[in-house]
């Protein structure tokens, strides 16, 4: 027979824990109850969720038509080029034709 290290109680020898307020009779003599501080890893924020795949109907249109629209300007740029060329070289000409009547 052994008396509980916490409250007195009288309980049998192998007996570990106190059936009255269940201090470890094995363990050290009435540890101070610590209060858990630890602060929860609850702060930490929720992972970005990914864009869909599929991108939406609008965007898909606009980068069409900014594609579409890339590709008109290319090929007015060009276009321009030429005409700008030919028209230097029709200059040219004229000149020298006015040049030598
Ligand atoms: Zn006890």
Not at 42 to 59: D, F, I, Q, Y
Not at 61 to 82: D, E, K, N, Q
């Amino acid at each position: 027979m052994a008396d509980c290290k916490n409250c007195g109680k009288v309980l049998p020898e192998d007996w570990r824990y106190c059936p009255n307020c269940g201090q470890d009779q094995w363990g050290p003599a009435s540890p101070p109850q610590e209060e858990r501080t630890e602060t929860p890893p609850s702060n930490v924020p929720p992972p970005p969720t990914p864009p869909p795949r599929e991108s939406p109907a609008w965007l898909r249109g606009m980068g069409y038509t900014f594609g579409s629209w890339l590709l008109i300007a290319a090929v007015a740029i060009i276009v321009f080029i030429i005409l700008s060329v030919v028209f230097v070289s029709c200059l040219a000409v004229v000149s020298q034709n006015a040049g030598t009547p």
